[in-house]
């Protein structure tokens, strides 16, 4: 049995005010990593902007770099 539906079958047994509980713990961590990994992707923008490793324009701009 995929670990999975152990999960899901072990959620099953307690009772409802606890399901809520873990409902609310389990969105809380998934929050928190999609905050961190924006926090990280933000700082390597900010990173690369220091560094000059960017570029602005168009779509044209773009289009051309892309092709060259």
């Keep these: 049995m ?3 539906d152990v999960i ?3 959620i099953d047994e307690p009772g409802m005010d606890d399901q809520e509980y873990l ?3 389990v969105q ?12 990280l992707r933000a ?3 900010l990173s690369n902007v220091a560094s000059g ?3 602005s324009g168009g779509f044209k ?3 051309t770099d892309l092709n060259d």
Aim: aromatic share 4%; proline share 3%.
């Design 2 to 4: 995929p670990a999975r």
């Design 8 to 10: 899901l079958d072990e």
């Design 23 to 25: 409902i609310s713990v």
């Design 28 to 39: 809380s961590r998934i929050r928190d990593r999609k905050r961190n990994a924006l926090a």
């Design 43 to 45: 700082k390597e923008a």
């Design 53 to 55: 490793n960017v570029q």
């Design 61 to 63: 701009e773009l289009w």
